[in-house]
Nanobody
Framework: QVQLVESGGGLVEDGGSLRLSCVVSGRTLGTLDMGWFRQAPGKDREFVGIIRRSGGTTYADSVKGRFTISRETAKNTVYLQMNSLNPLDTAVYYC????????????WGQGTQVTVSS
């Protein structure tokens, strides 16, 4: 059984930083593309970024230059480093895993709340 567990969320001031972690169990990172998504109150879930099996990354325009996704294969963990946070980044953040060759994400974490105060 594959499980994803996020951590690292919290309350931060405008302009601050946070690093989210997503620990994957039941499958190795090398077999998954790993995405980060977020959902703000009253809004649809939106794509934040992805780190592919190859290590390549892509980001949403709204976070490009501020957020960085990385991974530590020895710990089967993916990170989302978030800098220059602003209140519009307030949301529940989710990590998700997608098996190679598929378009949809199979595996989802429970989410972690990020709140940026103005």
């Amino acid at each position: 059984q594959v499980q994803l567990v996020e951590s690292g969320g919290g309350l931060v001031e405008d302009g601050g930083s946070l690093r989210l972690s997503c620990v994957v169990s039941g499958r190795t990172l090398g077999t998954l593309d790993m995405g980060w998504f977020r959902q703000a109150p009253g809004k649809d879930r939106e794509f934040v970024g992805i780190i592919r099996r190859s290590g390549g990354t892509t980001y949403a325009d709204s976070v490009k230059g501020r957020f960085t996704i990385s991974r530590e294969t020895a710990k089967n963990t993916v990170y989302l480093q978030m800098n220059s946070l602003n209140p519009l980044d307030t949301a529940v953040y989710y990590c998700a895993g997608r098996r190679w060759g598929l378009n949809d994400y199979d595996y989802w974490g429970q989410g972690t709340q990020v709140t940026v105060s103005s």
